[in-house]
């Protein structure tokens, strides 16, 4: 059992930053595979970036040289870090981890992040 809670979403100005962070609790492994999705107004939910144990990351085109994911695994957390915001950003982020043992997939609530023009 796995709960995640995120943090650091807010409005912000195209151009600015922001950084997300997602706070595991529960039965976490440093195996499991954390990562970021989001769904814009109107939009399906997409994978933004994720991150292995062994710091493979993989990132969306859209945000590909904007936006960095690390993890602390001795903090269980996840960050994602959002530069050069653009109003195509706008969207509820949600944290997302995979089981190593079971491949099931754990939520977390969504931070919305808003970046006006």
């Known amino acids: 059992q796995v709960q995640l809670v995120e943090s650091g979403g807010g409005l912000v100005q195209a151009g600015g930053s922001l950084r997300l962070s997602c706070a595991a609790s529960g039965s976490i492994f440093v195996t499991d595979v954390m990562g970021w999705y989001r769904r814009g107004p109107g939009k399906q939910r997409e994978l933004v970036a994720k991150i292995s144990s062994g710091n493979i990351t993989n990132y969306a085109d859209s945000v590909k040289g904007r936006f960095t994911i690390s993890r602390d695994n001795a903090k269980n957390t996840v960050y994602l870090q959002m530069n050069g915001l653009k109003p195509d950003d706008t969207a509820v982020y949600y944290c997302?981890?995979?089981?190593?043992?079971?491949?099931?997939?754990?939520w977390g609530q969504g931070t919305q992040v808003t970046v006006s023009s």
């Open positions: 997302n981890v995979v089981s190593f043992v079971s491949g099931y997939n754990y």
